[in-house]
C-alpha cells in the first residue's frame, strides 16, 4: 500500500513539472522568432546607420538567441524523459538505469519546490521559463510577427518598428530576473535599442527637412535657395534600410 502511495505521489509530482515544462515551450519558441525578428530588422538598420549600436546590439540579440535555442532543447529533452519514467511508473518498473534521469529531474523538482516558478527563489530552473508570462506580451510579440511581413517605407515608419520593438524589450526587462540565464540580455538590447532610436529619429529629421525644403513654394519656386542645404541634408541621410532577397 506505502508503494502504490509513494508511486502515485511520484508520479503527481512529474506531471507538475511536465506542465510547466510544456508551459514553457511555447514561450520560448516564441521568444526564440522574436530575436529572429528584431535581429532581421537590426541586420537591415545596421546595412545602413553603420553604427556600433546596432552593431552590438545583433551580438547579443544572437547571445540570447543561442541561449534561448539551448533552452528548447534541454526543455525538449526533459519533457521526452519525464514521459518514459512516468510510463515507467505506471508500469511498476525499477531500474538502475532511469537513476540518473531521476537524479535530474529531482534537481529540477528541488528548484521548483523552493519556489523559483513564483520568482521565490534565485535558482534557475532549466528548460522553463520561471515566471507568467502576461498575455499581453505574447500579443505584442504576434504583432511585431505581422508587422514584420510588410516593408517600412521611410524613417518615419522605422521609428514606429522599432519603438515597438524598444516596448516590448523594455517589458520583457521588467518579466525577467536577474538571476536567470539570459536575464541580462533584453537590459542590455534595451539600452542599445534606445541609442538606435535616437540615431533613426534623426534621420526622420533630416528626411522631414528635405521634404520641406524640396516642396514648391505657393508663390514661386524658389528651392535654389536651399541648394546648398539640400545638398548638406542629402550628404547626411542615410539610405533608407530595404529588404532584399537574403532576408525574406
Known amino acids: ?45 545596421n546595412s545602413s546607420l553603420r553604427d556600433d549600436c546596432s552593431t552590438i546590439n545583433r551580438i547579443i540579440v544572437d547571445s540570447w538567441l543561442c541561449e534561448l535555442e539551448r533552452q ?44 523559483f516558478f513564483e520568482k521565490n527563489s534565485t535558482r534557475p530552473v532549466e528548460g522553463i521559463i520561471s515566471i507568467n508570462v502576461p498575455p499581453q506580451i505574447e500579443k505584442d510579440i504576434t504583432d511585431l510577427e505581422i508587422a514584420n511581413s510588410s516593408f517600412p517605407i521611410d524613417w ?49 529629421k533630416y528626411e522631414k527637412l528635405l521634404k520641406v525644403l524640396t516642396e514648391n513654394n505657393i508663390q514661386g519656386n524658389h528651392n535654389s535657395i536651399f541648394g546648398i542645404d539640400i545638398l548638406i541634408i542629402e550628404d547626411r541621410l542615410k539610405p533608407i534600410p530595404i529588404y532584399g532577397d537574403s532576408e525574406q
Open 156 to 204: 518615419s515608419e522605422w521609428r514606429q518598428r522599432i519603438s515597438s520593438h524598444f516596448e516590448l524589450v523594455n517589458k520583457l526587462v521588467k518579466l525577467f530576473p536577474s538571476s536567470h540565464s539570459f536575464g541580462s540580455k533584453p537590459s542590455s538590447i534595451s539600452i542599445l535599442l534606445e541609442s538606435v532610436l535616437e540615431k533613426i529619429k534623426e534621420q526622420e
Open 1 to 45: 500500500m506505502e508503494v502504490n502511495i509513494l508511486t502515485s505521489k511520484i508520479e503527481e509530482r512529474l506531471t507538475s513539472i511536465e506542465s510547466k515544462l510544456k508551459y514553457s515551450a511555447p514561450l520560448l519558441n516564441s521568444f526564440a522568432n522574436y530575436c529572429r525578428i528584431l535581429n532581421s530588422d537590426l541586420f537591415l538598420l
Open 72 to 115: 528548447q532543447d534541454v526543455n525538449s529533452k526533459l519533457i521526452t524523459i519525464i514521459g518514459k519514467l512516468k510510463t515507467a511508473s505506471k508500469m511498476n518498473i525499477k531500474s538502475k538505469i532511469l537513476e540518473p534521469y531521476y537524479q535530474r529531474i529531482s534537481e529540477i523538482d528541488a528548484s521548483i519546490q523552493d519556489g
